[in-house]
T-cell receptor
Framework: SQTIHQWPATLVQPVGSPLSLECTVE??????LYWYRQAAGRGLQLLFY??????ISSEVPQNLSASRPQDRQFILSSKKLLLSDSGFYLC??????????FGSGTRLTVV | DQQVKQNSPSLSVQEGRISILNCDYT??????FLWYKKYPAEGPTFLIS?????DKNEDGRFTVFLNKSAKHLSLHIVPSQPGDSAVYFC???????????FGKGTSLLVTP
């Protein structure tokens, strides 16, 4: 069966520090992968999506970047975090059907 | 630009009664609609969906209604239970190859 792993669960980082969040999917190949952020009062905002290795589409200009170095690995990064980067980050995958399967999320607090 | 709108940020319902969560959308190309349920500090989980060729889909206590002409859908939970207390997100997409557009969510509280 397919599973999605996302870590860490919580993270507190100072302003200006780098960020790396990792997401991996097991039990499937060539998934579509997504990074979403849930910020207060903003719902679920699509940040990046990827349909294959090295293929990244950005939905919102921001201080973040994403990479897909392997088929089932999706990484969210920042060189210098801002206070506004705080939020709940969610990784999701789909195998081409309509529904997503979400990871358990990472609560990022930038201080 | 918010293409999927959930105008009620919160809803409180008594246990055993019906919960009705509403969702409106602006993009007429949306062809498939989904509801997700989210508990605090967890990822959303899929609840129920509906294709634009239907106007109703039912799964146990959960029913989703779609009114394409009004660009409106609703989720009915009958009877509501305290365990249903969560944030509910409405989502829509033009087809399976596109990312989901989510609303801002409605926080449902079911009181005993």
């Amino acid at each position: 069966s397919q599973t999605i792993h996302q870590w860490p669960a919580t993270l507190v980082q100072p302003v200006g520090s780098p960020l790396s969040l990792e997401c991996t999917v097991e039990g499937t190949s060539n998934p579509n992968l997504y990074w979403y952020r849930q910020a207060a009062g903003r719902g679920l905002q699509l940040l990046f999506y990827s349909v294959g290795i090295g293929q990244i589409s950005s939905e919102v200009p921001q201080n973040l970047s994403a990479s897909r170095p392997q088929d089932r690995q999706f990484i969210l990064s920042s060189k210098k975090l801002l206070l506004s980067d705080s939020g709940f980050y969610l990784c999701a995958w789909t195998g081409g059907s309509y529904g997503y399967t979400f990871g358990s999320g990472t609560r990022l607090t930038v201080v | 630009d918010q293409q999927v709108k959930q105008n009620s940020p919160s809803l409180s319902v008594q246990e055993g009664r019906i919960s009705i969560l509403n969702c409106d959308y602006t993009n007429s190309m949306f062809d498939y609609f989904l509801w997700y349920k989210k508990y605090p500090a967890e990822g959303p989980t899929f609840l129920i969906s509906i294709s634009s060729i239907k106007d109703k889909n039912e799964d146990g206590r959960f029913t989703v209604f779609l009114n394409k002409s009004a660009k409106h859908l609703s989720l009915h939970i009958v009877p509501s239970q305290p365990g249903d207390s969560a944030v509910y997100f409405c989502a829509a997409t033009p087809n399976s190859g596109y990312a989901l557009n989510f609303g801002k969510g409605t926080s449902l509280l079911v009181t005993p």
